[in-house]
């Protein structure tokens, strides 16, 4: 077990909806990373939030968007969701913002668009 | 931009044997960190192993090690002994030392453990 916590672990929705995931990082973790991984991208970086503040933004669509709250879980919000958006999409923590801090992934939400 | 490039989709070994998974990249920078995670079907990223470029002895993690070449631009993934276990996708990964410190991942590849 990673101690990062995603929800939900399926989301299964239709094209144009709007959907939120939730991700807890591991306790002490002050970064939060997105990754989208489908089969024909393989694993994209999306975004990090290090301590409540964005640090870094990856291949995200403006359609996508993601916040760190104070309590330092994060949220991606995926709107007017097409097809190509279904894929795994993972959230991972990390100590501090780099260095060799290995990152730890959650189990990732497995999002269906129909 | 960085990459990170496995050529190998596929690999399979037998139980007990001894695999290499190759994994190549491409960077400007001097000051990084190379890592392999394993995804076995449940789908969760393991981190397997780590590498610091700075270092020149190659990372070992029990019955995992690497071959790094950092002139070659080379980190390889030995696995010694493989159990039923191993069989998983095995992602090759770059971190920059500085800067945001997101992975870049490269396409993976499958290894099958034969009993």
């Known amino acids: 077990d990673s101690g990062v916590t995603q929800t939900p672990k399926h989301l299964i929705t239709a094209t144009g909806q709007r959907v939120t995931l939730r991700c807890s990082p591991r306790s002490g973790d002050l970064s939060v990373y997105w990754y989208q991984q489908s089969l024909d991208q393989g694993l994209q970086f999306l975004i990090q939030?290090?301590?409540?503040?964005?640090?870094a933004k990856g291949n995200i669509l403006e359609r996508f968007s993601a916040q760190q709250f104070p309590d330092l879980h994060s949220e991606l919000n995926l709107s007017s969701l097409e097809l190509g958006d279904s894929a795994l999409y993972f959230c991972?923590?990390?100590?501090?913002?780099?260095?060799?801090?290995?990152?730890?992934f959650g189990n990732g939400t497995r999002l269906t668009v129909t | 931009a960085q990459t990170v490039t496995q050529s190998q989709p596929e690999m399979s070994v037998q139980e007990a044997e001894t695999v290499t998974l190759s994994c190549t990249y491409d960077t400007s920078e001097s000051d990084y960190y190379l890592f392999w995670y394993k995804q076995p079907p449940s789908r969760q990223m393991i981190l397997v192993i780590r590498q610091e470029a700075y270092k020149q002895q190659n990372a070992t993690e029990n019955r995992f090690s690497v071959n790094f070449q950092k002139a070659a631009k080379s980190f390889s993934l030995k696995i010694s002994d493989s159990q039923l276990g191993d069989a998983a996708m095995y992602f090759c990964a770059y971190r920059r030392g500085a800067g945001s410190y997101q992975l870049t991942f490269g396409k993976g590849t499958k290894l099958s453990v034969i009993p």
């Open positions: 939030y290090y301590n409540g503040e964005e640090r």
């Open positions: 991972a923590s990390s100590v501090g913002g780099g260095g060799n801090s290995p990152l730890h």
